[in-house]
């Protein structure tokens, strides 16, 4: 599983601290508020869909992100240092709407999928899908806050970073103050690590992911335990074998069996292990947690690769019904229905996507061409004489 373009930036440097958060108002669980979440996702929803950054960031509040990623020095010589320090990350938040703007103008998805009430923090958290072909899916969960009676975002939960945005910014927001100061407030050891850690992710930015994992395995201290450490040594040892990537998902299970963000690597776990029922009970877990349906894709995605096609075909039809825009749906949904060599059926679904916009020649060299392996997934439908026919109509 790999990390979105969105966080290759902020994802260089790993360690725990402290950090002070601020108190939220409570905001009541009621139908009036109801509405008024569903209203604001809706506007981050359009901001990225129409290419308006500045409409999503009139609903990110700055003020509570940069509480979260400020840190007490019990030091006033540093307020000035911090304050100038702070407002350049917070600065640097500024690209993120851009960012997923790029993303989506460039093929991948970011929809608003469901929002529910928290009733031991009493605020409400919003949910968005963010989906690439080349990158996985990935979910960011919007914490919501009330600010001079209006609804605004705070923070934001990223599932592939098993973190708070404001908590990923603090380590590099850390990393940057005066190494004597931070001698003072963590110690030597800590600090020790930390530096450590600084070295294996450059070590794997660069491509040395051997020396990388090996100092991941190295640490002792409480970090190996920590979500983000434990997500990073995932991807770092998925460059080097299946086995390595294993044991190191299994870590992630045994240390946080029960956490729905982490489920997605649960069933990278599974599915390595060819253990295809547990991978699809975790999906369903998800999908309770989250009430996406859209993980009918990577369910069907499960059946076909291990030959369940009829299931398969059933999953991938909810998602060509419910999101007729979604062409990678469309296209394993035909992939399905050629496995199942129900080819009328494939050729009744090319009518319809014709009819949705689609024009025949594209869809025809869709179906015919061999992809950059030089291999064609769609052979059997290919040399069908439905298809055959179809292509003469």
């Given at each position: 599983m790999?990390?979105?373009?969105?966080?290759?930036a902020?994802?260089?440097l790993l360690f725990?601290?402290?950090?002070a958060?601020?108190?939220?108002?409570?905001?009541?669980n009621?139908t009036?508020?109801?509405?008024?979440?569903?209203?604001?996702?809706?506007?981050?929803d359009?901001?990225i869909?129409?290419?308006?950054?500045?409409?999503?960031?009139?609903?990110?509040?700055?003020n509570?992100i940069?509480?979260n990623?400020a840190?007490?020095?019990?030091?006033s010589?540093?307020d000035d240092?911090?304050k100038?320090?702070?407002?350049?990350?917070?600065n640097?938040?500024e690209?993120?709407?851009?960012?997923?703007i790029?993303?989506v103008e460039?093929g991948?998805?970011?929809d608003?999928?469901?929002y529910?009430?928290?009733v031991v923090?009493?605020?409400?958290?919003i949910l968005?899908?963010?989906?690439s072909?080349?990158?996985?899916?990935n979910?960011?969960?919007?914490?919501?806050?009330?600010?001079?009676?209006?609804?605004?975002?705070?923070?934001?939960?990223i599932y592939?970073?098993?973190?708070?945005?404001?908590?990923?910014f603090s380590?590099?927001?850390i990393?940057?103050?005066?190494?004597?100061?931070l001698?003072?407030?963590?110690?030597?050891?800590?600090?020790?690590?930390?530096h450590k850690m600084?070295?294996?992710?450059v070590l794997?930015?660069?491509g040395?992911h051997?020396?990388?994992?090996?100092?991941?395995?190295?640490?002792k201290?409480d970090i190996i335990?920590?979500?983000?450490?434990?997500i990073?040594?995932?991807?770092?040892?998925?460059?080097?074998n299946d086995?390595?990537?294993?044991?190191?998902?299994?870590?992630?299970?045994d240390?946080y069996?029960?956490?729905?963000?982490?489920y997605?690597n649960?069933v990278?776990?599974?599915v390595l292990?060819?253990?295809?029922?547990?991978?699809?009970?975790?999906?369903e877990q998800?999908?309770?947690?989250?009430?996406?349906?859209?993980?009918?894709?990577m369910?069907?995605?499960?059946e076909l690769?291990?030959?369940?096609?009829e299931?398969?075909?059933?999953?991938?039809?909810h998602?060509?019904?419910?999101y007729?825009?979604?062409?990678?749906g469309?296209?394993i949904?035909?992939?399905?229905l050629t496995s199942?060599?129900?080819?009328?059926?494939a050729?009744?679904?090319?009518?319809k996507l014709?009819?949705d916009?689609?024009?025949?020649?594209?869809?025809?060299?869709?179906i015919?061409?061999?992809?950059e392996?030089?291999?064609?997934?769609?052979?059997?439908?290919?040399d069908?004489?439905?298809?055959?026919?179809?292509?003469t109509?």
């Amino acid at each position: 599983m790999t990390t979105p373009n969105i966080y290759k930036a902020i994802v260089i440097l790993l360690f725990s601290f402290n950090i002070a958060f601020p108190q939220s108002e409570i905001i009541e669980n009621n139908t009036v508020n109801n509405t008024r979440v569903e209203e604001l996702a809706n506007v981050i929803d359009s901001a990225i869909s129409n290419s308006d950054s500045d409409a999503y960031l009139d609903k990110i509040d700055f003020n509570i992100i940069g509480q979260n990623i400020a840190i007490d020095t019990k030091n006033s010589s540093m307020d000035d240092y911090q304050k100038s320090l702070l407002k350049g990350f917070l600065n640097g938040l500024e690209n993120l709407p851009k960012t997923l703007i790029s993303n989506v103008e460039n093929g991948d998805y970011y929809d608003f999928v469901s929002y529910r009430y928290d009733v031991v923090k009493e605020t409400y958290y919003i949910l968005f899908r963010l989906f690439s072909v080349e990158a996985g899916l990935n979910y960011h969960d919007y914490r919501v806050y009330e600010v001079d009676d209006e609804l605004v975002l705070g923070d934001i939960y990223i599932y592939t970073t098993g973190e708070n945005i404001s908590k990923t910014f603090s380590r590099l927001y850390i990393n940057s103050l005066p190494k004597n100061k931070l001698s003072k407030l963590f110690g030597e050891k800590k600090l020790k690590e930390f530096h450590k850690m600084i070295d294996g992710i450059v070590l794997y930015k660069s491509g040395k992911h051997k020396k990388a994992y090996d100092l991941f395995s190295s640490l002792k201290s409480d970090i190996i335990k920590e979500k983000y450490f434990l997500i990073m040594k995932s991807h770092i040892a998925n460059q080097l074998n299946d086995d390595l990537y294993k044991k190191a998902l299994k870590e992630i299970i045994d240390t946080y069996p029960n956490d729905a963000t982490l489920y997605l690597n649960h069933v990278d776990y599974y599915v390595l292990e060819n253990d295809y029922d547990s991978a699809l009970e975790i999906l369903e877990q998800l999908e309770f947690q989250t009430n996406d349906d859209f993980l009918a894709f990577m369910k069907g995605n499960l059946e076909l690769e291990r030959g369940n096609y009829e299931k398969s075909t059933e999953f991938l039809k909810h998602i060509t019904e419910n999101y007729p825009d979604f062409f990678e749906g469309a296209s394993i949904y035909l992939l399905s229905l050629t496995s199942e060599k129900k080819y009328d059926d494939a050729i009744s679904f090319l009518n319809k996507l014709i009819d949705d916009g689609y024009a025949k020649t594209d869809l025809i060299n869709f179906i015919e061409e061999d992809d950059e392996t030089g291999v064609n997934v769609f052979e059997m439908l290919r040399d069908s004489q439905a298809f055959i026919n179809w292509k003469t109509i």
